[in-house]
């Protein structure tokens, strides 16, 4: 009788060897700034418009078998950038990229994650299964308008966190009597974190929708003779946040800082800024600023060392969780 011979299954993670990192133009010098910190080169891809507003990608290197990561911001213009990310990630997939990571730093849409109103989308879910349908196989993205919307991606990911950044840069400061204040009571979690790193109270801006406008109305909290930083996941037209900034000024704080990890700044954002009297603007680059920004007193922190890292891990399938610590929101 023949034998059959045994064939001993071993469960090992596929080697993938160097990634190779694409970016789109949303965020092209952060981009720049990850390849540095991984000692790579930027891959080759050209990325044209034709006539008709139709966006053209080709890839000018194989990328059969590899692991593939592709930066692309999804800041202003939003929706070109959204369609450009989906073009470049079916261009990886038809390629036969071996694995695609879609790096998004900043995720448009994010306020849309529920439904507040009747008869209105939830545009936040509608993103992630575009993105898994163009065919991504992971994603990364650093503070999500609510750690909820995780559960709207069927594929793995990691939600990375900026606040250890923004303390850091904070701590190096060495402000008497600081305080750190929530600008939103959904950012209160993250705002936590922030002054227990610094070892600061905490307080909190109530705001209340009326009549479709967020007003800033109380604050929360003792901010009187305080060194008061004011934070948030996002600025976009700097109205409630700068309008909070007058409400603690008039509580009586020394002086006011604001501290966000996603900062869009459009139309009169940057106007607002420079008139309430803040003694700094601190945010971090997974959003371009606009050319014409030009704040006396701006703070720009480089999430390009964390991003780096964590796409180095997720090639070497090594533990992110150890390299970020208490900062991944699990």
Known sequence: MRTIPTIRLVNKMKPWGEPLIFSGRGNEPLATKICNALK???????????????????????????????????????????????IFIETLKRSSAGRITAVIPFYAYARSDKKDKPRVPITARLMADLIITAGADRYITIDLHAGQIQGFFSIPGDELQAYPLIAEHIKGLNLENPVIVSADLGFAKKAR?????????????????????????????????????????????????????????????????????????????????????????????????????????LTVLSVAPLLAGVIDRTNKAESVGSFVGDTLDL
């Open 40 to 86: 790579m080169p930027v891959a080759q891809a050209e990325i044209s418009d034709f006539a008709n507003e139709n966006i053209f990608i080709q890839l000018h290197q194989s990328v059969r078998g590899h692991d593939t990561f592709i930066i692309q911001g999804l800041g202003p213009p939003v929706n070109r950038n959204l369609i450009e990310l989906f």
């Open 193 to 297: 974190n922030i002054a227990e790193k610094l070892d600061a109270p905490l307080a909190f801006v109530e705001k209340r929708r009326i009549s479709g406008q967020a007003e800033a109305l109380t604050v929360i909290g003792d901010v009187e003779n305080k060194n008061v930083i004011l934070v948030d996941e996002l600025v976009e037209t700097a109205g409630t946040i700068t309008e909070a900034v007058g409400l603690i000024r008039r509580s009586g704080a020394t002086s006011v800082r604001i501290a966000c990890t996603h900062a869009t700044l459009v139309g009169p954002a940057v106007e607002r800024l420079k008139a309430s009297g803040i003694a700094e603007f601190i945010c971090t680059d997974t959003v371009p600023l606009p050319p014409d920004t030009d704040l006396p007193n």
